[in-house]
């Protein structure tokens, strides 16, 4: 019997030790998103770009979503050295953000931009693939592992939004600079990685690519994240034109992110309970509710913390089947270039499309109008996935 109490010890405490290596590179990651996000729009409006140049500098970090995950995956699938990937990506993305530091032209910050996030958005596809294979029989639990890096962007995001309330926004990039380390720091940890296959059937990633139901499924969440543009581009500046000071700002987008931390801690209950279908139409009905209280009553401060609460489902709750999803649908040799193509299509392309239009209708119509129109874009991808998204129970290994 004490014997058996000795294995179980030493399980338990392997489990800590795993949860705690996964959960502090998501925690450091989703940190510097934290600063990013809520306070990118705000720093460079101060640093004197009109509301097109900060649409087209923010657009760039969605863009390389959609190159760089698709070459970095591609690489660490066909490799299958996906740790080494993350390590490379982190130390270059602190490298080249350094750039942000040595000139303040347009074009300076487009390539500076360009450069930091091409490793940034990189790593992390392959770092979603390391955490499900060293979680085994225990996938369920990601949403566990997962929400350390909601904790980490509330932590951020709170932090932050005291600080800039008595501290210039232009030391942004300098607090920024301090997570990058962390982040390169944490990708040091040992992590299991998936036994690379040397013998790749010919053209399996495209037949899983070409269904019916990953078409209809990246669809849908380009259309979300083409929704989530106004939000991840001006809605700080949003809430401070209606004279919302920065601290609740930074509240307010933590509100969101403990909705989502909250909704984590019981997916993996949800997900047994419920189809991958079912949870994103109710995640899109309620995304849809959230962009029409941001857009039409944004002024009374009880309907913007209700639609924050959304947060969990429009960013939570999809993106949690997502990774279930790809796991599914994706062989385990394929998998990398399966979270970065969702990645890329989703997060890269609607989300760069989404600032780049929010930019214009911003300037010419006002960030209500912007909000309305990401309302009817979300409602499209529920109409879209009501009528295409029929789920089967289907496990690629």
């Avoid at 040595?102 to 390539?111: A, E, G, M, P």
């Avoid at 380009?222 to 989530?228: E, G, K, R, T, Y």
Wanted: glycine fraction near 8%; charge should be neutral.
């Amino acid at each position: 019997m004490a014997s058996l109490d000795k294995v179980s010890y030493h399980q338990s405490d392997s489990d800590m030790r795993l949860y705690f290596k996964l959960s502090s590179f998501y925690f450091f990651y989703f940190a510097l998103l934290g600063g990013l996000a809520p306070y990118w729009g705000l720093y460079l409006e101060d640093s004197g770009f009109n509301s097109i140049e900060i649409a087209q500098i923010t657009s760039v970090l969605m863009i390389t979503k959609i190159i760089a995950p698709n070459v970095w995956g591609w690489v660490g699938d066909h490799t299958g050295k996906r740790l080494e990937l993350v390590r490379y990506g982190s130390f270059l993305t602190g490298l080249f953000f350094i750039a942000f530091y040595l000139d303040d032209r347009f074009w300076w910050y487009v390539s500076a931009m360009a450069m930091f996030s091409f490793f940034w958005n990189a790593v992390l596809p392959q770092f979603e693939v390391i955490t499900l294979h060293s979680l085994g029989i225990r996938r369920d639990r990601y949403s566990r592992v997962r929400l350390w890096g909601s904790l980490g962007f509330v932590a951020s995001v709170v932090l932050l939004g005291a600080i800039f309330d008595t501290v210039a926004i232009s030391y942004l990039p300098d607090f920024l600079l301090v997570i990058i380390i962390f982040i390169g720091l944490s990708s040091l940890f040992n992590f299991k990685q998936p036994d690379h296959c040397l013998h790749r059937p010919k053209g399996e990633f495209l037949r899983s690519l070409k269904s019916p139901m990953v078409i209809s499924f990246l669809v849908v969440n380009f259309l979300l994240q083409l929704s989530h543009g106004p939000y991840y581009t001006f809605y700080s500046i949003y809430m401070e034109d209606l004279e919302y000071d920065r601290s609740t700002i930074g509240v307010l987008w933590a509100i969101g992110v403990v909705a989502e931390v909250l909704l984590f801690i019981v997916m993996h209950r949800l997900l047994q309970r419920f189809s991958l279908r079912n949870i994103i139409l109710m995640s899109l009905l309620l995304t849809t509710i959230r962009w029409v209280l941001v857009g039409t009553l944004a002024d009374v401060l009880l309907f913007v913390v209700l639609a924050q609460c959304f947060h969990a489902a429009s960013f939570g709750a999809i993106h949690a089947v997502a990774i279930q999803f790809v796991h599914q649908y994706f062989s385990a040799d394929n998998q990398g270039q399966g979270q970065a193509i969702y990645s890329s299509v989703s997060f890269g392309a609607g989300g760069a499309l989404g600032a780049i239009l929010s930019g214009v209708i911003v300037s010419e119509y006002g960030s209500a109008m912007a909000f309305n129109l990401a309302a009817a874009v979300s409602g499209l991808a529920l109409l879209i996935a009501l009528f295409t998204f029929s789920e089967k129970r289907h496990a690629t290994g």
